[in-house]
């Protein structure tokens, strides 16, 4: 069985309430940061970008919020639905690099 | 459909057996990655390939060996020195290897030491 996201921490959020992830991230010059969600033994799915020079992205349900003055991501998600559960993870990057930085992840679990 | 394909999607290793990973895409993108994933962690790069006939060691490259023969091929062999290989391994691949945009992901392949 699936073991990633064991160690977790964990959102329990009820359907159709608003869920609100966040994300420490780690370097000051990151040009560009991702959301990723990541279901039981699969791959990540790319959510939402959003670059360094934005404070907020607006996707469908999904808004990614960027606060650059304390290194903060967020990544709200309207009317939860039970398909929402999951691990999601955030990731950085610079412009110059190849290399994405991955955060450990916040699993998603939603109450019917 | 374009995409990444990894396999098997599960795979058990005996102790001091070398074993190999697939992935293959058809995607035409030029760089190609391997991640690690363990529970509770982010995850961990181990090699990545810019280009063909190219490679280069990631973060936590001891105990691992890949080749890039194959534009569309990437293939990972965990060896015998690779001290804790059970984990879920992540085959990944951008359209450039010099920038950080468009990232698409396999499946994964856990593998379990017995």
């Known amino acids: 069985g699936e073991s990633v996201g064991l160690h977790l921490p964990t959102l329990s959020v009820q359907e159709g309430d608003n869920s609100i992830i966040n994300c420490a991230y780690s370097?000051?010059?990151?040009?560009?940061f991702i959301w990723y969600k990541q279901e039981s033994g699969k791959g990540p799915q790319f959510i939402i970008d959003i670059r360094s020079n934005m404070d907020k992205r607006q996707g469908q349900r999904v808004t990614v919020l960027l606060n650059k003055t304390v290194k903060h991501l967020s990544l709200q998600i309207a009317a939860t639905q039970p398909g929402d559960s999951a691990v999601y993870f955030c990731a950085e990057a610079m412009d110059s690099s190849y290399k994405l930085i991955f955060g450990s992840g916040t699993r998603l679990l939603v109450r019917p | 459909d374009g995409g990444i394909t990894q396999s098997p999607k599960y795979l058990f290793r005996k102790e001091g057996q070398n074993v190999t990973l697939s992935c293959e895409q058809n995607?035409?993108?030029?760089?190609m990655y391997w991640y690690r994933q363990d529970p509770g962690q982010g995850l961990r790069l181990i090699y990545y390939s810019q280009i063909v006939n190219d490679f280069q060691k990631g973060d936590i490259a001891e105990g691992y060996s890949v080749s890039r023969e194959k534009k569309e091929s990437f293939p990972l062999t965990v060896t015998s020195a690779q001290k804790n290989p059970t984990a879920f391994y992540l085959c990944?691949?951008?359209?450039?290897?010099?920038?950080?945009?468009?990232?698409?992901f396999g499946s994964g392949t856990r593998l379990t030491v017995v």
């Open positions: 990944a691949s951008t359209p450039r290897g010099d920038l950080p945009y468009g990232y698409t």
């Open positions: 370097n000051s010059a990151s040009d560009y």
């Open positions: 995607l035409n993108h030029d760089a």
